[in-house]
């Protein structure tokens, strides 16, 4: 017979020990988070809607286009009509800060796994339970660690978060073309040099498709964090389930989708060629075009002076 | 300047076991199936002079790429060693290889490796970077090199927008701009269209005859390596096969598999009119009599034959009629007017394809002249067309 392995009990035992070990880490990190989250919901509800909403359209408007500013206009303004402006912003508020953290988290990982081949191997079979895990899992240690609240929903959204970001930045570093790195090196570039300068710029467009895969994923597990008691649009679903009121549920439903293609089309700029950079890259041009041209350019030129 | 030593290259986990294997004398096959590590150069020794444009040829998979990168450690070498200006590289630490790499060697790649983000200059001007050097500085450098490459009035214009013989230049700049003595051209043309890759030869060729700078250039192509180089070090599975200017290799190809290679190579441009020199069968001097050197024309069966002045110099033919009128008019020596230009002369680094058309032409054989117009020697038609219609000596095929 097979003796039963008590995993679970394992598990629990840690996490334990971890309360009783180090409860100021635990404490400092919920203090920051609290901080965090508490501080960019009052920057986003205290002024009248209308100041953010011309700030949002303004913003897709410059990376996007004319496009997804009116989007932006019409789905915010939907959103102000259904009364759930504040708590669409403190939804925002709460993806923002995690997809922050999960993101100057997941991408300095990305880096290193990209370096160092040891990393990479270790932190790969990380990430596949982190990403295969149910979301209601990460709840569970989330609560012993953090209680009830806004800070354990936060806390596990940003583990849930994290995979994306550290695996495409990593996968953009291998895809940078060898040889550029390697002619790099061929100069005489440290190391540092050869990360900024090369394998950073180039592997940006991957990089930015990581960071929008973090934003949405942490929007997607903000219901599940109104679970937890979270103030925002998940409250308003889980309450909405809870008291099978369908009105409600559609209307709190609809207003995560409109917040997520909005997050989503503005960040998928990010990597592509936006709107601003086209503009500049055209002022850029014509500059060059206006600058008088001189030499004859074939001949060979000694050396100057 | 370059001085390269036993230099030796395993991939693999087994490298120890790999270099006894190969130190016995086994091939690359052989190596691999028994510790499965890659034997990927093998004892190459050569030395480049300074001012030398080194070529280093093979097809693929022969280990050149592998055997460029071990000149400046992008791939740390097995086993030899590698010196440059009498330094060597693998006795320095990470920050001095750097320094050298950054002020003592220079390389080009294959497929040009720019940076897509940054301006051509930028990218002309990435050396300078790398070392900390001022704006102003780098600006200079960098719009130098672009002037040299001929590509200055693309300045600002960033890779993409560029054609690839373009990018090469950008990259050739980029090399130029570092002002290292030592250049590594990793097949620089080999990703370029045919005409291009000419262009960009004749590029190089001026390049070097200012610039002079050591030059290592890989290639897979004999006639680009016929052209340009000094000298060609032949490589086959990671080993020398032939190390030796391309006459020498053209005229006495160390085995079969070099062979194969020059019995592809348009010999019109490899052979020189020195490759093909033979002494003049006779010669005559200002002043000589006109009734001997008749006499000997006719001994000769020749119609003409070349005059040469008291310091060597060529003045030019006497012919038969014309000398047998100075002996009728009673002349006791011949002088500048009994003399025709019935002649045509070349210099001794010119290649047949430069002159087979002038071969044949007159009574005397083409002559071989230094700078100075002093007789070399001559070429007679025979001597070209023999060189050209020789079959490649060949080792030991039936």
Do not use: C
């Amino acid at each position: 017979m097979i003796p039963h392995l008590p995993l679970g009990q394992w598990v629990s035992d840690l996490i334990d020990w971890l309360l009783e070990t180090v409860p100021w880490l635990f404490d400092a990190v919920a203090a920051v988070m609290q901080v965090l989250v508490d501080g960019l919901t009052d920057v986003l509800v205290s002024p009248p809607p209308v100041v953010w909403i011309v700030v949002f359209t303004v913003v897709a408007l410059v990376l996007r286009g004319p496009w997804l500013a009116l989007y932006t206009l019409l789905a915010f303004l939907l959103v102000v009509s259904l009364e759930l402006w504040s708590e669409t912003m403190q939804t925002l508020a709460l993806v923002l800060v995690a997809a922050v953290v999960a993101t100057a988290i997941g991408v300095p990982l990305g880096i290193l796994a990209a370096r160092r081949r040891a990393v990479s191997v270790a932190v790969r079979p990380v990430l596949d339970f982190m990403q295969t895990t149910p979301v209601f899992v990460y709840l569970i240690p989330a609560v012993f660690f953090f209680g009830v609240g806004v800070v354990p929903g936060v806390v596990a959204t940003i583990l849930f978060a994290i995979p994306p970001g550290v695996r495409l930045t990593e996968l953009g570093i291998r895809q940078v073309d060898r040889e550029v790195v390697e002619a790099a090196r061929a100069f005489g570039a440290r190391p540092g040099q050869v990360l900024r300068e090369v394998q950073l710029p180039l592997a940006l467009p991957s990089i930015m498709a990581g960071v929008n895969q973090v934003i949405m994923l942490a929007l997607s597990m903000v219901v599940t964090a109104g679970l937890l008691g979270a103030a925002g649009l998940g409250a308003v679903v889980v309450r909405a389930v809870t008291q099978l009121d369908v009105a409600s549920g559609f209307e709190g439903g609809l207003a995560v989708v409109l917040l997520a293609i909005f997050l989503d089309r503005l960040t998928g700029a990010f990597g592509q060629r936006t709107a601003l950079s086209r503009l500049l890259h055209l002022r850029r041009q014509t500059e060059r075009q206006q600058r008088p041209v001189g030499g004859a350019e074939t001949g060979l030129v000694s050396p100057a002076g | 300047m370059l001085r390269v030593s036993g230099l030796t290259k395993v991939f693999g986990t087994r490298e120890r076991e790999a270099l006894r294997l190969a130190g016995e004398g086994l091939g690359r096959d052989e190596i691999h199936r028994r510790t499965g590590s890659t034997l990927a150069v093998h004892d190459v020794s050569f030395s480049v002079e300074r001012g030398e444009l080194f070529v280093v040829m093979g097809l693929s998979g022969s280990g050149k790429s592998t055997l460029v990168r071990l000149l400046n450690r992008l791939i740390e070498p097995s086993a030899g060693t590698v010196e440059v200006e009498g330094r060597d590289l693998r006795a320095l630490d990470d920050a001095a290889l750097r320094t050298v790499r950054n002020e003592k060697i220079s390389m080009v790649f294959q497929h040009f490796a720019l940076l897509p983000h940054r301006t051509v200059r930028e990218n002309a001007a990435y050396a300078l970077k790398v070392r900390g050097a001022g704006a102003a500085e780098q600006r200079e450098r960098a719009d130098w090199a672009l002037e040299t490459v001929g590509l200055l009035d693309r300045a600002g214009a960033r890779p993409d927008e560029l054609s690839g013989g373009m990018r090469q230049r950008v990259g050739l700049a980029r090399a130029l701009a570092a002002d290292s003595e030592v250049l590594l051209m990793d097949e620089p043309f080999s990703a370029l269209d045919p005409l291009i890759r000419r262009d960009m030869q004749d590029l190089l060729e001026r390049l070097q005859a200012e610039l002079a700078k050591t030059i290592v250039f890989i290639t897979h192509d004999l006639n680009e390596a016929m052209r340009l180089g000094d000298r060609i070090l032949m490589l086959k599975d990671g080993r020398t096969v032939q190390l030796g200017t391309g006459p020498e290799i053209i005229s006495a190809p160390a085995d079969d598999y070099v062979a194969d290679f020059t019995s592809d190579v348009d010999r019109t441009r490899v052979l020189t009119a020195g490759d093909l020199l033979r002494e003049p069968r006779m010669t005559a001097r200002l002043g000589d009599a006109p009734g001997t050197v008749l006499r000997a024309l006719g001994a000769a069966e020749a119609n003409g034959v070349l005059v040469l002045d008291g310091d060597g110099r060529l003045a030019g033919v006497a012919r038969d009629d014309l000398l047998a009128r100075a002996v009728q008019e009673g002349r006791p020596a011949i002088g500048p007017r009994d003399l025709v230009a019935d002649h045509a002369t070349i210099a001794a680094d010119r290649p047949v394809v430069e002159f087979v058309h002038l071969v044949g032409r007159h009574v005397v054989p083409l002559a071989v002249v230094d700078a100075e117009g002093r007789l070399l020697g001559v070429v007679p038609r025979a001597a070209v067309l023999d060189a050209l219609s020789a079959a490649p000596v060949r080792g030991r095929r039936p």
